[in-house]
């Protein structure tokens, strides 16, 4: 730990060569924070993503660096909330080479997207892609099966010059159920259910999920040889790791059923098992065996084109048009709420200290780093920045972060993680007095939605708690209840409501901690 704590007060980590301040800007640190939101959520929109990554030429296409002929050959499949905006822009590029495609999308999306105006989501009248929708509520249905089995239909019959682009995008599991006969949807829905409730964590989820599933953990591919596979994935899990998103359909994932069998008796689910179940995970061994052709043929390239740490990158640049120098903390902070808001309350004060902070505040840091998903390099990294913006005279800074952090629920109100994020974080910055406006913490949902209500998150700042107790508003008994959207839509009006309406995307959420110029005290 004393270690680690040295390196925050060694030389800067950045060199001075070429700094400048940035210009002041007389906007408001509310309206600036909703603006770096607003420009983090448009760097992952559906369209502008497939955009982005797909270079056309004449008779080719670029991806990820690597070259594709178009020969009049290309299949499209995807599944996803985002799919369907993703599929009308790669339509618009590629034009007649597409001969065919289905994506499998969510239950009554495309009536949605037209009540709000967002018609360039949305296919040509004379599209070669098949829309089926499905998975309403987010779970797998009967229609989203019927997608699926359309979708193995179609990649099953690729030769070797045919490529396939692959569409993927959160909620794209439930959009995607395979069971392997003779399993049915139900009982594979029943597994899960039961291993859920029984606290397994995602990993073990996603190990049982794949087992039983013929499309999952690399399935899709493995159907779709000897054909070229290119997948352009929009990540909503921290780390984007592949083989997570989406339950990773295009990348290999070979299941043990002793692994499978010994995840269900930890949780004492063996006995209970459907007969069908038990048929698919009786044999040893692999679900299948490694194919030496595909993998030495390379036939299959994952891009991520969208992703939570690309969110931030724009949210970056937006924040140093608009007067601030913009630190990225980490794209993957998780743990429980109340971590995660003592964490940023610590990181303020230590950012708004008039003078050197105390010892004890970067320790308390770097002790709750693991617990949020925050390495101690980077908290170190962004101390470092920080003390260097309180002694040099920076001006404004705009730390940026991202990820998913979970709540526990103790109550029945209405709201969702940012929002109890912010009002957890605004009652840690409480005497926490900075002129004229600041710090400032926004917390907000990429995906527009926070919780069952009409806001992504909320914004706060240190002033929070007098001016609910001014207006006769008890935090505390809001936060108990999981009430946090009544308590802001209460306090003046709703204005500190972060309500950005369909984004039509999602990489989790954004975190930002804007803070103004510190008066530096000379001695």
Request: proline residues 6%.
């Amino acid at each position: 730990m004393a270690r680690v704590l040295s390196l925050f007060r060694q030389k800067p980590f950045l060199a001075h060569v070429g700094r400048r301040k940035p210009t002041l800007c007389k906007m408001s640190m509310d309206s600036r924070a909703r603006m770096m939101f607003a420009a983090a959520v448009e760097a992952v929109h559906p369209d502008t993503v497939v955009r982005q990554a797909i270079e056309r030429k004449e008779d080719s296409i670029m991806i990820n660096g690597h070259k594709f002929t178009l020969k009049h050959n290309l299949h499209l499949v995807g599944f996803g909330k985002a799919v369907l905006g993703m599929a009308a822009e790669a339509e618009r590029i590629l034009g007649d080479h597409l001969v065919k495609g289905i994506i499998s999308v969510p239950h009554d999306i495309q009536q949605t997207l037209k009540q709000h105006g967002k018609d360039h989501l949305l296919l040509k009248e004379n599209s070669r892609i098949k829309v089926m929708e499905g998975a309403k509520h987010n779970l797998p249905d009967a229609d989203a099966q019927k997608a699926a089995e359309e979708i193995k239909q179609l990649t099953s019959e690729l030769t070797e010059n045919d490529l396939l682009l692959v569409l993927i995008s959160g909620g794209g599991s439930a959009l995607l159920p395979a069971p392997i006969p003779p399993i049915t949807l139900q009982e594979k829905h029943e597994v899960t259910r039961k291993l859920a409730g029984a606290g397994a964590t995602i990993q073990e989820l996603n190990t049982v999920r794949r087992s039983l599933s013929s499309l999952k953990g690399g399935g899709l591919a493995h159907c779709a040889h000897p054909a070229q596979v290119v997948s352009l994935i929009l990540s909503d899990v921290i780390g984007d790791p592949l083989d997570f998103i989406a339950s990773g359909p295009t990348v290999r994932s070979e299941v043990w059923h002793e692994e499978v069998l010994s995840v269900l008796e930890r949780y004492k689910l063996l006995d209970s098992l459907p007969a069908s179940v038990k048929d698919v995970l009786g044999s040893p061994g692999p679900r299948w065996r490694e194919n030496k052709e595909s993998n030495a043929s390379g036939h299959v390239l994952n891009a991520v084109i969208g992703s939570n740490s690309i969110a931030l990158q724009c949210a970056g640049r937006r924040a140093r048009e608009l007067g601030f120098r913009p630190v990225v903390l980490a794209p993957g902070v998780c743990g429980d709420v109340r971590a995660v808001s003592r964490l940023y309350g610590l990181l303020a004060r230590f950012a708004c200290s008039r003078e050197e902070p105390p010892p004890e505040i970067a320790a308390e840091l770097l002790r709750l780093g693991p617990d949020v998903g925050v390495e101690s390099w980077d908290l170190c990294r962004t101390m470092q920045v920080l003390g260097e913006g309180r002694t040099e005279g920076w001006g404004s800074t705009a730390l940026l972060a991202g990820g998913e952090p979970t709540v526990e629920l103790t109550g029945m109100g209405r709201g969702g993680r940012n929002q109890e994020l912010a009002l957890r974080v605004g009652l840690e910055l409480k005497g926490l007095e900075v002129p004229p406006n600041g710090p400032v913490f926004l917390s907000g949902g990429t995906d527009g939605q926070d919780g069952p209500t009409d806001a992504a998150g909320a914004i706060t700042d240190a002033g929070l708690y007098e001016e609910a107790e001014s207006q006769g508003l008890d935090i505390n008994s809001f936060l108990t209840y999981n009430d946090s959207y009544t308590f802001f839509t209460r306090l003046s009006n709703g204005q500190r409501l972060l309500v950005p309406g369909l984004t039509c995307t999602n990489v989790m959420d954004v975190h930002m901690l804007l803070i103004p110029p510190i008066p530096i005290t000379i001695r």
